[in-house]
């Protein structure tokens, strides 16, 4: 059984100035599907070719707020705190896994890097910029949903999901504006527009969600088809 190795972004964590951190939902949903974890701690934009050089895939992890400097706009007066070593090496990592077309799965924040990484921008604040009903940032458990997001066939997305409607749990405050270069909308939420989903067609498999899937790994199998897609696409799985 070949387990590839996909690298997972570490967070710097807020609360304890010096550490990193990661929920182990990534992990643990990775393996499940039979992928080998290997953890990606914040460091120089220059080493993203060496260490893509080990992998066959990479998982963009959640977390803090993008700088908006990336994408060419002044802090909106909500916008959260932000690490710019954090978002630098991301953002290097992400247009560097394109360019070698290495298999991405971007989640939450990391749809928003993908997003930002190919000329794309951010809506900084969902609550004071977007009109609509739905709270994007719940205070339910990490496996509880939160509202329906609709996926578009022909997607990708769709061909891994197979459902036109999902339900999805939603901690974030930030979304994609207006999509990068080459990306897709695959699924977004009819109560307000907000983008839930983007994809890359012309790699062999670039796909972003705003959902956190990884919180319902010891919760069902709905969202387990995303990682093993990702893991499938990286030479691996069961």
Known sequence: MKLPAIGVTLAIDQQKPGSF?????????V??????????????PEHAPALLERLQGLLLSGGSDLD???YDQGPHPKLGPVFRERDTFELAL???????????LAICRGIQVLNVATGGTLVQDIPSQVKGPVNHDSQAERWQTAHPVKVLPGTRLWEIL??????????H??????????????????EDGVIEGLEAPGQRFVVGVQWH?????NHG????????????AAGGGF
């Open 162 to 171: 197979r459902k036109d409607m999902v339900a999805v749990n939603s901690f």
């Open 173 to 190: 405050h930030q979304a994609v504006r207006a999509p990068g270069n080459g990306l897709v909308v695959s699924a977004f939420c009819e």
């Open 68 to 70: 908006p400097v990336f």
């Open 94 to 104: 992400c247009r560097e896994a394109m360019e070698r077309d290495l298999p991405i």
């Open 21 to 29: 951190s990661l929920r182990q939902d990534y992990v643990r949903s």
């Open 221 to 232: 199998e709905a969202f387990r088809p995303l990682f093993a897609a990702l893991v499938a």
């Open 213 to 217: 899937p990884e919180g319902f790994w």
């Open 31 to 44: 393996e499940r599907v039979g992928g080998l974890p290997m953890l990606l701690a914040p460091g120089p």
